[in-house]
């Protein structure tokens, strides 16, 4: 093994991602596949979940994936849900809370039941389902290699946009507050826990404005790097988090975003 693919090897690791049947949960799992990691898919919808592993199995990967349903929007999903990994693995070196909702609606008439499904399952879920893979998590950790976690956060709660997306971009800051916080109690476990941030991507929650070509298109237009994100963008930032060459990173809200993150229309004496 060559020493770049040692510093960015996951073969052997085992990985769950939730909410992997689409979009960037997708990506990630792929990443890790291919790469020879063995991964989980979860998600509510559990045929989408074997499909996409069979895909992915039929890569010709040096990796596997296996798919069922899993629900993380109630405590009694995530209970059913820990108790499938654990007929499946007794560790869990990495764990991606990728699985989200989001709502969008007017000020003037948000719901008030959309606050309490959102925060459910990309805050409330990300916390408790973490939680309760501990053991397992704490199984794999090592000084040498930290077991390792990575949430689903997003750029929209890094700025203050909503794009009345009230609730979703709220509980996407939450969770980059929550990833600091576990990262420091779980330093002494050997376990790191980091956040993606991503920008525009394709998946199923942005299909009503980058489904097609030409809507992607018009997106990345507004990207300072001129292009909405890639299945390689997430690929890479997941390889890395889940190597040797990101087991010194922890609490990190990592920005895959084209630059949005740091975008502003202030100018102060340059016209």
Known sequence: ????????????????????????GRMAATALVKAGASVMIASRKGE?????????????APGRADGFAGDVSSEAGIAALVAEVKTRTDHLNILVNNAGVSWGAPLESFPYSAWAKV????????????RELLPLLDAAASDADPARVINLGSVMG????????YSYTA?????????????????ARRITVNAFAPGPFQSRMTAFATGTQEQARHVGNHVPIGRIGAPDDIAG???????????????AILPIDGGQSVQHGLTLFKE
């Open 1 to 24: 093994m060559s020493y770049l693919d040692e510093l960015f090897s996951v073969a052997g690791k085992t990985a769950l991602v939730t909410g992997a049947a689409t979009g960037i």
């Open 48 to 60: 989408d979940c074997i499909k996409v592993a069979g895909e992915l199995n039929g890569l010709g």
């Open 119 to 130: 925060f459910g399952v990309n805050v409330t879920a990300v916390f408790h389902l973490t």
């Open 158 to 165: 890094t700025q203050p946009l909503a794009d009345d997306a």
């Open 171 to 187: 509980s996407k800051a939450a969770v980059h507050h929550l990833t600091r916080t576990l990262a420091l109690e779980f330093a």
């Open 237 to 251: 930032a997941t390889l890395y988090l889940c190597s040797r060459a990101g087991s010194y990173v922890t609490g």
